[in-house]
């Protein structure tokens, strides 16, 4: 995997998600309510498993990008290469 995509494709990933929960939570057509999105979203961190269509691998001893929404509503992570918050 290319380092220098690894941040703009969790950045993606994470407004998808934000977006796709606000969509949902909003249209209030759904089951879930906005705080069980919430809950849903923060309970576990997330790590990228699949990258251009293949199985994202990290080299042996590497750390896998991943991404961690905190209750607070701030994000954490690690692009592969650097961690960001």
Known sequence: MRP????PILLVLSLGLTVACQQKASS??????AAKYREELTK??????????????AASGEKM???TFMESG??????????FS
């Open 44 to 57: 576990d961190s997330w790590t990228l498993a699949n990258l251009e269509g293949g199985a994202a691998d």
């Open 28 to 33: 209030g057509s759904g089951d879930m309510s």
């Open 74 to 83: 701030r994000v954490t992570g690690f692009t592969g290469c650097n961690p």
């Open 4 to 7: 220098k995509l690894a941040l």
């Open 65 to 67: 990008p991943s991404l």
